[in-house]
């Protein structure tokens, strides 16, 4: 992005403004425009199946799945980012800093299939800036190495309760969305690597 002359950092509507215009994505982090990688095909595999089991989950309910094309802002922190997957429930609120209306800011459910190169902002400061969102009930995490599913819930006194679900005969159940998915559905046709390198 090319900056006024004499910024480092950008602007959250210039960002925005920048973002809604480009043709690949960008996080907004505290200033820092920082592009995304690509995903590996087990990564979009393991998307587009947990999408299709949760959607089959939800048939009927008002809430949404959607892909990582929505962008999710929490403008507090700031942080604007698009989570691989996300859960709305009722009406979507957007984030009145958009006039593009491209950012949602009340998911109640943010997934992200971990990858070696994020793994570590994923569990960290990325789930920090989340929770910050009041309307987050669950955060769950997604191996590409095992079949393993993460899910962090939030009690109705704020504090968070996680559990690991592994191996394919397992299922994984989110409070939030009263919706469990079995493990075997979400890694079909995924072949795992001993490299943790891949993905």
């Not at 990564?43 to 947990?50: E, P």
């Not at 459910?109 to 994020?118: A, W």
């Not at 990325?126 to 079949?147: A, C, G, M």
Request: glycine residues 6%; negative net charge.
């Amino acid at each position: 992005m090319q900056l006024p002359s004499g910024k480092n950092l950008a602007t959250v509507a210039e960002y925005l403004k920048y973002e809604n215009a480009a043709t690949s994505k960008h996080e907004y982090r505290d200033g820092e425009i920082v592009a995304m990688a690509g995903n590996s095909y087990n990564h979009s595999l393991i998307a587009a199946n947990f999408a299709a089991e949760l959607h089959a989950q939800l048939k009927g309910k008002p809430s949404r799945v959607l892909d990582s094309n929505l962008r999710i802002g929490i403008p507090g922190t700031p942080l604007y980012t698009y989570p691989d997957l996300s859960v709305i429930c009722g009406p979507a609120q957007m984030d009145p800093n958009d006039p593009a209306g491209q950012t949602a800011t009340n998911p109640r459910v943010l997934v992200e299939i971990l990858s070696p190169s994020t793994e570590a902002y994923d569990r960290g400061e990325k789930f920090t800036r989340f929770r910050t969102l009041e309307s987050l009930q669950d955060y769950v995490l997604i191996s590409q190495q095992s079949p393993r599913i993460e899910v962090f819930h939030r009690q109705p006194d704020g504090t968070w309760i996680f559990t690991s679900t592994s191996g394919l005969e397992s299922r994984v159940r989110l409070a939030s969305v009263q919706a469990e998915v079995a493990l075997q559905e979400v890694y079909a046709g995924v072949e795992f690597s001993p490299d943790p390198a891949q993905g």
